[in-house]
């Protein structure tokens, strides 16, 4: 690199896989270098610690923890930077709603659905209500409730009304699924 942002930046390939010089001696040895795989010779926290030596900003804060993390995935379960697969995040998809299905496809169900979340129109990504590494609720909402979550878009339901509609204390969630339902206004009944 010509101008490296940090000394770690400036070992280029091997800040991430590193030292090169077994891999280059013996390619085919799996042990040379430090592969991002499934069947790496690394476990997921380990490759994990390489990935966050260098992204600790803000949208990783919660991560230690949280959900994915929990399940035991690699970053580069969702990421790959090696290739240009997505336009944005260098994820293993060529978007975020697509790499988020391969482990949820309950979900992906739930927005094939009668009545549904315009995922699938490209008007909301599942990134936009989910903050997939880490938030301080469950699950893993990018707000403090679910009522902030969806009146962060469907402001018209924030209030206060003259008589308040008494689920709206509750939360959208317990009258309302949040991906999809085969009943008008994604309705629970």
Request: proline share 7%; with cysteine; charged share 25%.
């Amino acid at each position: 690199l010509k101008n490296p942002r940090s000394a770690l930046e400036r070992r280029t390939c091997e800040a991430c896989h590193g030292p090169g010089a077994r891999h280059v001696a013996n390619p085919k040895d799996p042990g040379a270098i430090v592969a991002f795989t499934r069947d790496a010779n690394r476990r997921p926290e380990q490759q994990n610690a390489i990935c966050l030596s260098c992204h600790t900003d803000g949208s990783r804060l919660h991560w230690p923890g949280s959900a994915h993390d929990g399940e035991a995935l690699a970053c580069s379960d969702c990421h790959n930077p090696m290739s240009r697969i997505s336009s944005t995040g260098l994820l293993r998809e060529r978007d975020a709603n697509t790499t988020c299905f391969t482990c949820h496809p309950t979900q992906r169900t739930d927005f094939r659905k009668r009545s549904h979340m315009p995922l699938f129109e490209g008007k909301v990504s599942c990134v936009d209500c989910h903050q997939p590494h880490g938030s301080s609720t469950d699950p893993l909402l990018r707000a403090d409730s679910t009522f902030d979550l969806c009146t962060s878009c469907h402001a018209d339901k924030r209030g206060p009304f003259l008589w308040e509609h008494a689920p709206v204390t509750e939360g959208c969630v317990s009258c309302h699924l949040p991906h999809g339902s085969n009943r008008d206004n994604l309705l629970v009944t």
